[in-house]
């Protein structure tokens, strides 16, 4: 297999797209785009995509509303706290969106914003319940919860497993983030018995749409060695302008955009499975 491109990552679908780096040793062609014979799709599904776009609620403007004109199952995480955000979810779940809540959480860097709904350390177990309780009252479009920032709390098991009491008392799932790589989020809620799934990718920390798209085709890899993949953007003007471009593509291919209650079932089957072969 050639050597991955540093512009784009390198799939089995377009591999004719792009002239990739040449050998240290030799001059770098120039990057040029060739015509791509249409693939004869032998499977039904080459890949499922699973994509999370977070930080809806801060903004009522035409990027939101573009978002909402994108053609995929697309999960949309809306922040509470801000006058758009019960609008927004309310909107995305009437246009056939799936709802989640990015729940606010501290972080191990003081960060601005939602102070009246972040999930801190310092608050008692009461505190984090009655803070939870009220987001998924304000939200009844939400099936489910991701966190926003958190690297903080997702790594106190104590705050994990109260959160994991109430959306099993709500039948919610979560999604972890993993804005932090001493996170116990997913392994809580797993241990818990909540429908859970982790993020594989992170489209778009940095906001330039060569860049997104990299990070695209990053999780188009994924998704076509592993059957699945859940990626994570933000409401913002590139992400959208990528999507819009890459998403008609990527589905005459054969790929597949889920919605991320479709990750976490199949994450369950698949932990079932593990368990009923480790009883045998």
């Not at 790929?255 to 990750?263: I, N, T």
Request: hydrophobic letters at 35%; glycine letters at 4%.
């Amino acid at each position: 297999r050639p050597p991955r491109s540093t512009l784009f990552p390198y799939t089995t679908l377009f591999r004719s797209l792009y002239i990739l780096k040449s050998k240290i040793d030799e001059p770098a062609p120039t990057t040029r785009t060739v015509t791509l014979p249409k693939i004869k799709i032998e499977e039904d599904v080459r890949g499922n995509i699973v994509i999370i776009i977070d930080d809806f609620g801060y903004r009522d403007d035409n990027v939101s509303e573009g978002f909402l004109l994108l053609d995929a199952n697309l999960t949309f995480a809306v922040i509470p706290g801000h006058h758009n955000s019960k609008v927004f979810a309310a909107k995305a779940a009437q246009r056939g969106f799936e709802v989640i809540v990015h729940m606010p959480m501290e972080s191990k860097t003081k960060t601005p914003g939602e102070k009246e709904y972040m999930l801190t350390t310092s608050m008692t177990s009461s505190e984090i319940e009655n803070r939870v309780e009220q987001v998924i009252a304000e939200f009844p479009e939400a099936v489910g919860m991701n966190n926003h920032q958190g690297s903080k709390a997702t790594a106190d098991k104590r705050i994990m497993n109260i959160v994991s009491n109430i959306l099993k008392r709500h039948g919610k799932y979560f999604i972890d983030s993993r804005t932090t790589a001493e996170t116990v989020a997913e392994t809580t809620m797993r241990s818990r018995g909540i429908p859970t799934m982790r993020r594989h990718v992170f489209l778009d920390n940095e906001n330039k749409k060569i860049k997104i798209r990299e990070q695209l085709y990053k999780l188009v890899d994924k998704a076509e060695l592993k059957g699945l993949a859940v990626g994570i953007g933000h409401a913002k003007i590139n992400t959208f302008e990528v999507l819009k471009e890459e998403i008609p593509k990527l589905k005459e291919y054969g790929f597949k955009f889920q919605f991320a209650s479709f990750a976490v079932e199949r994450s369950e089957e698949h932990t079932s499975e593990l368990q009923s072969r480790t009883n045998l």
